[in-house]
């Protein structure tokens, strides 16, 4: 593929860039949003899932007998019965008949939480009434639970067929690292551990299932966000041919990574329907959610080297991580694809060495959770920056500054493979500095500290990948080892005008779920056709019969459904301006389209708009040229934008995710040395993710980002305790933040257009996530600089920076 | 659990009514956004269940089950509460508010919802109810709030999309526009 | 998560409520507002095969002043207490309550039912402790008064028998002199405190006449901590005293166990709770700034 060339920013266009309200508000204000748990059908059952209290136990027999004589209870599957009924959940992991995941345990549990019988009933009541009177017995084995101990000296193997609890290793090294490192003036080295935390969406996971023993069809109603890819998996797992399987998409109350595939959910409440002939709800609970939802982030053991030049210039990154995945690997190597997207961050550094080492222990198998895992990269990244200008003495700032890529050096390669489409980072960096009055902070950071108090201020410059592409599924294996080389992550839009002119536009794989699918493709389908937005139908398509399509994740929404519908309103106009030269009797070259219709150049009285012409295109054939179909319906399905395909030694891995934002946050924080706690005094964001379609639904993103990432840095933590016990299992415990807990975001744009997509737009939504934790981190340093404290581990709860401050100074 | 005992003690110290074994059905009487209703269920439904299933009224969100995150937040006789922390016999011959009952008709939206969709302070719209049926109750004893009275005030509710700082630009902008009203 | 089945009876005034209870046996719950106990049911930690719901019970539900003491029923909510102007004669619980959950909890949420919870990390059985608050207890034999001092016997335990229900709390009224405060640190606002502190302190002629300190989050139940109040009795108190109570004020507690049941809100088997270390050095801190605003608050010099 030919490198883009830059683009200027889009000046001209008259929806997009505008704030307005979104199309899907006024009916989730009256509280009809109708979630999955707000479906209901006739007859309807309801299930629920009883799940092993031990993180790792052989099941050595389960009586359900008492159960399925329980009132209410219609049907009882256990485990081992499940594992005949339907086949092994998709899993994306190496050798995944190695550790194969079903939808119950069948013969050994490997997490506690993990499903092992299920109940359907008339209630839900009554269905969780009768778990309890299910008898399983277990044989305990010891758990798996430190991913170190699991490779040095494992108590047992999390699963038995893979011989070792490592699940993949391998070590990958972009451009002369060992030159670079031994070239280098200093090396840096940290030690850092992410800890687990998990997206907890208010909507919980959920599947409503009908089988139709007439049609052998099988409809679910889900709220995957990404059901066009969920239904072949599920079709697999059920033994269902997959055009006998739809599902359809309902909204869902949240994502931030999870609820992707939902298969789970899905195979529960289908399995069950099938075999009771009625349809049947099952909706995780909070608890099912957390401890067998697909949402845990990532769990990570950093050691980090980072080789520079005693000017500060960074030449070279080592990055060893230990992942902790749990006891399954649904989502593979996806989590470290996302980090190595954006490896070096926004600088400018000649090589890299990243090792991974994939371990499964007994914990509940990770899912995504927004960042999906570019949020831990980028927390270790500039961790490591922030302790290079340490032993350098350098400004934090400045460090960063003299490393930034330059603004005239894009579309730049990293040294990963992947490419940066666009950028100005120092713009970016200036912007944000002066926002968050950078200067004045530190006079009235030096006025605090002079009255006792500490506090401190902390820069992040980071990057934001968007647009997956299919290598990544992939390219970690040798080119023997992998069956299919995908490279499609496509997205299809169906476009409609009927004989009223009236638009229409359906997605396949893009429901909404809070980041205003239905508004997006409304505003994008107005700028083409010069309507209001609010005038545009949105129809969410099933599974069933329906373009391909890959839905959501990776920040890839906009930039998708930009290029789908630009391409279907291409053809759409394309067809419109065919009949106007028609019934004109002009050119086509002699027509521009001009508010809503086309009209000969120059002669705005011979004009036909598209109400007209739709009316034509439907009603009336011989209006029509020769040979043109009727009525006006296009499919377009926009693929990536840019891909190419890594070098057979891997030592490139091309260009997978090469719409790149950036993002700089400054934060002021006051640290309670007596309880550990941290006040937020300011925080301002800058981010450039190009041309924004909705600014303030998009700044609505990076606000929600980073409250997340807040409570990455401060609080949220889904420990385990050494026997591999879950212990936060309520909300009371899993600090999720209140409003009290965050701060006002001062936020600023710059717009670099992408020169590969649609109107120049990035993807953004994973946005404050990836940039916060690692801006809360430094300021907690510079407030407590007096103890010599350094931030290596997140969350910085309370109770750990007491810990700091009295292991590495006085009180 | 052990299997329960399905006697009823006897003694007449126990009213007909009310005095029942488990599994029991009830006869529940509650007034909901202006109209009286009759529920019948076990003593211990949810009022969050009775009000999503039996009366389908399923603007009620349940979120954790725990009490925390406010997504089933109801008034009850004019006060928020927890709906999944209050049983629906414990709502008999009470008064019970949810977000359908809060915009004055199909066409218009109450100034509160109206503020939110101006603002948008909501994202995937789950929150939302919870939020708006607390904002109301807490702008009525604080029509003039600052910020920070607004962050304390809606810290009863958990948001997971927002990050609250659109949700707070509502709240100041629902305050504006019910004074104005007030005013007229 | 749903609760287990039960029979409901709905109690009209307290002797009837009593009198349920001893006919349905000692498994038998009360039920008041229900905020803890009914996640206790959804989670299934608990299976009472019968509640008996006090909420609708007149002679329960009251807040008055009787003689130097504030009087409040096991009906009344935490709310009727926070927005009443009889409160502010008892300025701990005046402030306390502000601090339990959230105010959709607190218009269901009892006082009483609260102190009967007996969470060892909860505002309201300290604040009872510290003021030593009198408990009247209803039990098919009659009535008896239990002093806080008395009340609290360990985790959601308390003197209160089967078949016995607690009617009453008596809370004093501050007398001239004293100041009263509650401080506490919790990890998330609404949240029970990792450790609070609760002080009444009264001065007479400059000199600490009496002082009682109380604690909630270190130890099994809320206490007293008399090492520090010993510091401050008789003394004329200035910040260095304070800043040495507070530091004595943890001295006399048994350290407790990682991952302490006790600490949490709930009874549940395994909670990610804070380290006892740590909870200490925040008691101590709490001690020391409710001290110091219960020494402004009782006129002393600050």
Redesign the interface.
């Given at each position: 593929m030919t490198v883009p060339t830059p683009t200027a920013p889009h000046k001209d266009l008259k929806w997009i860039g505008r704030?307005i309200?979104?199309v899907?508000?006024?009916r989730?204000?009256?509280?009809?949003?109708?979630?999955i748990?707000?479906i209901?059908l006739p007859d309807m059952l309801h299930a629920a899932v009883l799940r092993s209290p031990h993180p790792h136990a052989r099941i050595v027999a389960v009586d359900a007998s008492a159960a399925r004589r329980a009132?209410g209870v219609v049907a009882v599957v256990t485990g081992p019965e499940a594992a005949d009924l339907v086949g092994p959940l998709p899993d994306n992991g190496p050798a995944p008949d190695k550790h194969v995941w079903r939808v119950l345990a069948a013969d050994k549990v490997r997490f506690v939480g993990e499903g092992v019988a299920v109940v359907v009933a008339e209630t839900r009541?009554q269905a969780e009434?009768a778990c309890?009177l299910i008898q399983v017995t277990y044989d305990v084995l010891d758990p798996i639970v430190d991913p170190v101990e699991a490779v040095q000296n494992p108590p047992g193997l999390v699963h038995e067929a893979m011989g070792t609890n490592i699940v993949y290793e391998r070590t990958f090294t972009f451009g002369p690292v060992a030159q670079d490192f031994a070239e280098a003036d200093l090396i840096v080295r940290d030690r850092l551990r992410y800890r687990r935390q998990t997206?907890?969406?208010?909507?919980t996971t959920g599947a409503v299932a009908e089988f139709d023993v007439g049609t052998g069809e099988m409809t679910v109603h889900t709220n995957s966000i990404s059901a066009t890819s969920a239904a072949f998996g599920a079709a697999a797992s059920l033994g269902i041919p997959s055009n006998r399987l739809n599902l359809v998409p309902c909204?869902?109350?949240?994502?931030?990574g999870s609820k992707q595939f939902c298969w789970r959910s899905t195979v529960t409440a289908a399995m069950m329907a099938k075999l009771t002939g009625r349809p049947v709800k099952y909706v995780e609970?909070?608890l099912d959610h957390q401890l067998n939802g697909d949402q845990h982030g990532s769990d990570r053991y950093y050691d980090v080297e980072l080789a520079v030049m005693r000017d500060g210039t960074f030449r070279s990154l080592r990055l060893d991580v230990v992942e902790d995945y749990g006891a399954y690997c649904q989502f593979g190597l996806g989590s470290h694809g996302n980090a190595i997207a954006q490896v070096t961050g926004p600088y400018a550094i000649t090589s890299t060495e990243y090792h991974v080492q994939a371990v499964l222990t007994n914990k509940t198998q990770q899912g995504a959770y927004r960042g999906f895992g570019a949020d831990a990269g980028n927390w270790a990244l500039e961790r490591i920056v922030d302790k290079a200008a340490l032993e350098l003495g350098m400004d934090r700032v400045e460090i960063r500054r003299r490393n930034l890529i330059p603004a005239d050096a894009f579309p730049y390669t990293i040294p990963a493979g992947n490419l940066y489409d666009s950028g100005n980072y120092q713009a970016v960096l200036d912007h944000a500095l002066e926002r968050f009055d950078y200067a004045g902070w530190c006079e009235k950071r030096e006025a605090m500290r002079a009255e006792g108090r500490h506090v401190g201020i902390g820069v992040v410059t980071a990057n934001e990948r968007s647009v997956y592409g299919a290598t990544e599924f992939w390219f970690w294996f040798d080119n023997a080892d992998v069956a299919v080389k995908t490279t499609s992550t496509p997205e299809g839009v169906n476009l409609n005008v009927d004989a009223a002119g009236n638009l229409t536009v359906t997605l396949y794989s893009t429901p909404?779920?809070?980041?205003?699918s239905d508004t997006v493709a409304s505003m994008l389908v107005a700028e083409e056709f010069d309507v209001d937005p609010a005038d545009v139908a949105v129809v969410h398509h099933g599974t069933k019969g329906g373009l391909p399509a890959a839905g959501p994740g990776g920040s890839r929404l906009t930039v998708m459904l930009a290029g789908a519908i630009r391409g279907a309103s291409g053809k759409i106009k394309d067809k419109l301006r065919k009949i106007t030269a028609n019934t004109l009797e002009v050119d086509e070259d002699d027509l521009e389209w001009v508010d809503g219709g086309y009209q000969v150049r120059g002669v705005p009285e011979r004009r036909r708009t598209v109400a007209e012409l739709a009316l034509a295109a439907h009603l009336v054939k011989t209006s029509l040229p020769e040979g043109m179909e009727s009525g006006l319906d296009e499919n377009f399905v926009y693929d990536h934008p840019y891909l190419t395909m890594p070098k057979d030694d891997r030592s490139d891995l091309g260009v997978w995710y090469p719409c790149v934002g950036n993002a700089c946050h400054l934060v002021a924080v006051e640290v309670d040395p007596e309880t550990g706690s941290v006040e937020i005094l300011d925080y301002a964001a800058v981010h450039d993710s190009g041309t924004l379609v909705n600014p303030?639904?998009y700044?609505?993103q990076i606000?929600?980002?980073?409250?997340?990432g807040v409570a990455t840095a401060l609080s949220e933590e889904l420990s385990f305790d050494a026997h591999g016990m879950p212990l936060p299992l309520?909300?009371?415990d899993y600090l999720?933040p209140?409003?009290?807990d965050?701060p006002?975001?001062n936020i600023g744009h710059e717009e670099t257009p992408s020169p590969l997509t649609a109107h120049g737009i990035k993807g953004g939504g994973e946005a404050?996530r990836l940039m916060a934790p690692g801006a809360l981190s430094a300021a907690i340093d510079d407030a407590l600089r007096d103890f010599d404290v350094r931030v290596t581990e997140l969350p910085a709860t309370p109770e750990r920076i007491v810990g700091w401050i009295s292991r590495e100074g006085q009180v | 659990?052990?299997q329960?005992?399905s006697r009823?003690?006897e003694?007449e110290?126990?009213?007909p009514e009310?005095?029942?074994?488990?599994?029991?059905v009830?006869e529940v009487v509650v007034t909901v956004n202006g109209r009286s209703r009759r529920i019948s269920c076990?003593?211990?439904?949810?009022l969050a269940?009775a009000l999503?299933q039996d009366l389908?009224?399923?603007?009620?969100?349940?979120?954790?089950?725990?009490?925390?995150?406010?997504?089933c937040?109801v008034q009850?006789d004019g006060?928020?509460?927890?709906s999944?922390?209050?049983?629906a016999?414990?709502a008999d011959g009470r008064e019970v508010a949810?977000?359908?009952g809060?915009?004055p008709d199909t066409d218009t939206?109450h100034p509160i919802?109206e503020a939110?969709?101006?603002q948008?302070g909501?994202?995937?719209?789950?929150?939302?109810?919870g939020m708006?049926l607390?904002t109301q109750?807490f702008l009525a004893q604080n029509p003039r709030p600052t910020?920070d009275e607004?962050?304390?005030g809606?810290?009863?509710s958990?948001?997971?999309?927002?990050?609250?700082?659109?949700?707070?630009d509502a709240v100041m902008d629902a305050a504006d526009r019910l004074s104005g009203e007030q005013d007229q | 998560?749903?609760?287990?089945?039960?029979?409901?009876?709905?109690a009209?005034s307290g002797e009837?409520a009593v009198?349920?209870l001893s006919?349905?046996?000692p498994r038998a719950k009360v039920?008041a507002g229900?905020?803890s106990l009914?996640?206790m049911?959804?989670?299934?930690l608990a299976?009472p095969?019968h509640?008996v719901?006090i909420?609708r019970a007149e002679d329960l539900r009251i807040l008055r002043r009787a003689g130097d003491r504030l009087v409040i029923g096991a009906a009344t909510t935490q709310?009727e207490v926070e927005y009443s102007s009889l409160t502010a004669a008892v300025p701990l619980l005046a402030e306390a309550v502000g601090y339990v959950?959230?105010?959709?909890?607190r218009?269901?949420g009892t006082v009483v039912g609260s102190m009967a919870h007996a969470a060892a990390v909860a505002e309201l059985p300290c604040v009872a402790l510290v003021l030593d608050a009198r408990f009247t207890v209803l039990g098919a034999d009659g009535v008896r008064t239990v002093a806080a001092g008395d009340f609290f016997l360990g985790p959601f335990r308390t003197a209160v028998g089967p078949g016995e229900l607690v009617a009453e709390v008596a809370l004093p009224i501050a007398a001239p002199g004293t100041g009263q405060a509650w401080s506490e640190f919790s990890l998330r606002?609404?949240n029970f405190p990792v450790a609070g502190a609760g002080v009444s302190l009264t001065l007479h002629h400059g000199r600490v006449a009496a002082v009682a300190i109380g604690l909630s989050g270190v130890a099994d139940r809320p206490v007293r901590v008399p090492s520090a109040e010993r510091i401050l009795l008789g003394a004329v108190p200035d910040d260095e005293l304070i800043t040495r109570a507070a530091a004595a004020a943890t001295e006399d507690l048994e350290p407790r166990p990682a991952a302490d049941p006790a600490a949490h809100i709930l009874p549940v088997p395994v909670a990610p709770v804070p380290g006892f270390d740590y909870r200490a050095r925040v008691a101590r801190s709490q001690v020391r700034r409710a001290l110091t605003t219960a020494l402004a608050r009782a006129g002393g010099t600050r």
């Amino acid at each position: 593929m030919t490198v883009p060339t830059p683009t200027a920013p889009h000046k001209d266009l008259k929806w997009i860039g505008r704030s307005i309200p979104r199309v899907e508000d006024a009916r989730l204000l009256r509280g009809l949003g109708r979630y999955i748990d707000d479906i209901v059908l006739p007859d309807m059952l309801h299930a629920a899932v009883l799940r092993s209290p031990h993180p790792h136990a052989r099941i050595v027999a389960v009586d359900a007998s008492a159960a399925r004589r329980a009132p209410g209870v219609v049907a009882v599957v256990t485990g081992p019965e499940a594992a005949d009924l339907v086949g092994p959940l998709p899993d994306n992991g190496p050798a995944p008949d190695k550790h194969v995941w079903r939808v119950l345990a069948a013969d050994k549990v490997r997490f506690v939480g993990e499903g092992v019988a299920v109940v359907v009933a008339e209630t839900r009541y009554q269905a969780e009434d009768a778990c309890e009177l299910i008898q399983v017995t277990y044989d305990v084995l010891d758990p798996i639970v430190d991913p170190v101990e699991a490779v040095q000296n494992p108590p047992g193997l999390v699963h038995e067929a893979m011989g070792t609890n490592i699940v993949y290793e391998r070590t990958f090294t972009f451009g002369p690292v060992a030159q670079d490192f031994a070239e280098a003036d200093l090396i840096v080295r940290d030690r850092l551990r992410y800890r687990r935390q998990t997206a907890h969406p208010l909507d919980t996971t959920g599947a409503v299932a009908e089988f139709d023993v007439g049609t052998g069809e099988m409809t679910v109603h889900t709220n995957s966000i990404s059901a066009t890819s969920a239904a072949f998996g599920a079709a697999a797992s059920l033994g269902i041919p997959s055009n006998r399987l739809n599902l359809v998409p309902c909204i869902a109350g949240g994502s931030f990574g999870s609820k992707q595939f939902c298969w789970r959910s899905t195979v529960t409440a289908a399995m069950m329907a099938k075999l009771t002939g009625r349809p049947v709800k099952y909706v995780e609970d909070r608890l099912d959610h957390q401890l067998n939802g697909d949402q845990h982030g990532s769990d990570r053991y950093y050691d980090v080297e980072l080789a520079v030049m005693r000017d500060g210039t960074f030449r070279s990154l080592r990055l060893d991580v230990v992942e902790d995945y749990g006891a399954y690997c649904q989502f593979g190597l996806g989590s470290h694809g996302n980090a190595i997207a954006q490896v070096t961050g926004p600088y400018a550094i000649t090589s890299t060495e990243y090792h991974v080492q994939a371990v499964l222990t007994n914990k509940t198998q990770q899912g995504a959770y927004r960042g999906f895992g570019a949020d831990a990269g980028n927390w270790a990244l500039e961790r490591i920056v922030d302790k290079a200008a340490l032993e350098l003495g350098m400004d934090r700032v400045e460090i960063r500054r003299r490393n930034l890529i330059p603004a005239d050096a894009f579309p730049y390669t990293i040294p990963a493979g992947n490419l940066y489409d666009s950028g100005n980072y120092q713009a970016v960096l200036d912007h944000a500095l002066e926002r968050f009055d950078y200067a004045g902070w530190c006079e009235k950071r030096e006025a605090m500290r002079a009255e006792g108090r500490h506090v401190g201020i902390g820069v992040v410059t980071a990057n934001e990948r968007s647009v997956y592409g299919a290598t990544e599924f992939w390219f970690w294996f040798d080119n023997a080892d992998v069956a299919v080389k995908t490279t499609s992550t496509p997205e299809g839009v169906n476009l409609n005008v009927d004989a009223a002119g009236n638009l229409t536009v359906t997605l396949y794989s893009t429901p909404f779920w809070g980041n205003s699918s239905d508004t997006v493709a409304s505003m994008l389908v107005a700028e083409e056709f010069d309507v209001d937005p609010a005038d545009v139908a949105v129809v969410h398509h099933g599974t069933k019969g329906g373009l391909p399509a890959a839905g959501p994740g990776g920040s890839r929404l906009t930039v998708m459904l930009a290029g789908a519908i630009r391409g279907a309103s291409g053809k759409i106009k394309d067809k419109l301006r065919k009949i106007t030269a028609n019934t004109l009797e002009v050119d086509e070259d002699d027509l521009e389209w001009v508010d809503g219709g086309y009209q000969v150049r120059g002669v705005p009285e011979r004009r036909r708009t598209v109400a007209e012409l739709a009316l034509a295109a439907h009603l009336v054939k011989t209006s029509l040229p020769e040979g043109m179909e009727s009525g006006l319906d296009e499919n377009f399905v926009y693929d990536h934008p840019y891909l190419t395909m890594p070098k057979d030694d891997r030592s490139d891995l091309g260009v997978w995710y090469p719409c790149v934002g950036n993002a700089c946050h400054l934060v002021a924080v006051e640290v309670d040395p007596e309880t550990g706690s941290v006040e937020i005094l300011d925080y301002a964001a800058v981010h450039d993710s190009g041309t924004l379609v909705n600014p303030r639904s998009y700044d609505g993103q990076i606000v929600g980002g980073t409250a997340q990432g807040v409570a990455t840095a401060l609080s949220e933590e889904l420990s385990f305790d050494a026997h591999g016990m879950p212990l936060p299992l309520t909300f009371w415990d899993y600090l999720m933040p209140t409003a009290l807990d965050v701060p006002e975001v001062n936020i600023g744009h710059e717009e670099t257009p992408s020169p590969l997509t649609a109107h120049g737009i990035k993807g953004g939504g994973e946005a404050g996530r990836l940039m916060a934790p690692g801006a809360l981190s430094a300021a907690i340093d510079d407030a407590l600089r007096d103890f010599d404290v350094r931030v290596t581990e997140l969350p910085a709860t309370p109770e750990r920076i007491v810990g700091w401050i009295s292991r590495e100074g006085q009180v | 659990m052990t299997q329960l005992d399905s006697r009823a003690p006897e003694t007449e110290l126990l009213d007909p009514e009310l005095d029942t074994a488990p599994g029991t059905v009830h006869e529940v009487v509650v007034t909901v956004n202006g109209r009286s209703r009759r529920i019948s269920c076990e003593a211990r439904k949810s009022l969050a269940d009775a009000l999503r299933q039996d009366l389908r009224l399923t603007g009620t969100h349940i979120g954790c089950e725990q009490g925390v995150c406010g997504a089933c937040t109801v008034q009850l006789d004019g006060r928020t509460v927890r709906s999944c922390l209050t049983l629906a016999v414990q709502a008999d011959g009470r008064e019970v508010a949810t977000i359908e009952g809060v915009a004055p008709d199909t066409d218009t939206l109450h100034p509160i919802q109206e503020a939110f969709r101006a603002q948008q302070g909501m994202q995937c719209g789950f929150c939302t109810p919870g939020m708006v049926l607390r904002t109301q109750e807490f702008l009525a004893q604080n029509p003039r709030p600052t910020r920070d009275e607004v962050r304390e005030g809606i810290s009863s509710s958990l948001c997971r999309c927002t990050g609250y700082q659109f949700i707070v630009d509502a709240v100041m902008d629902a305050a504006d526009r019910l004074s104005g009203e007030q005013d007229q | 998560m749903k609760p287990p089945p039960f029979s409901y009876h709905r109690a009209g005034s307290g002797e009837h409520a009593v009198a349920l209870l001893s006919a349905l046996g000692p498994r038998a719950k009360v039920l008041a507002g229900g905020q803890s106990l009914l996640p206790m049911l959804n989670l299934r930690l608990a299976d009472p095969p019968h509640l008996v719901d006090i909420g609708r019970a007149e002679d329960l539900r009251i807040l008055r002043r009787a003689g130097d003491r504030l009087v409040i029923g096991a009906a009344t909510t935490q709310s009727e207490v926070e927005y009443s102007s009889l409160t502010a004669a008892v300025p701990l619980l005046a402030e306390a309550v502000g601090y339990v959950a959230h105010p959709p909890i607190r218009h269901r949420g009892t006082v009483v039912g609260s102190m009967a919870h007996a969470a060892a990390v909860a505002e309201l059985p300290c604040v009872a402790l510290v003021l030593d608050a009198r408990f009247t207890v209803l039990g098919a034999d009659g009535v008896r008064t239990v002093a806080a001092g008395d009340f609290f016997l360990g985790p959601f335990r308390t003197a209160v028998g089967p078949g016995e229900l607690v009617a009453e709390v008596a809370l004093p009224i501050a007398a001239p002199g004293t100041g009263q405060a509650w401080s506490e640190f919790s990890l998330r606002r609404g949240n029970f405190p990792v450790a609070g502190a609760g002080v009444s302190l009264t001065l007479h002629h400059g000199r600490v006449a009496a002082v009682a300190i109380g604690l909630s989050g270190v130890a099994d139940r809320p206490v007293r901590v008399p090492s520090a109040e010993r510091i401050l009795l008789g003394a004329v108190p200035d910040d260095e005293l304070i800043t040495r109570a507070a530091a004595a004020a943890t001295e006399d507690l048994e350290p407790r166990p990682a991952a302490d049941p006790a600490a949490h809100i709930l009874p549940v088997p395994v909670a990610p709770v804070p380290g006892f270390d740590y909870r200490a050095r925040v008691a101590r801190s709490q001690v020391r700034r409710a001290l110091t605003t219960a020494l402004a608050r009782a006129g002393g010099t600050r």
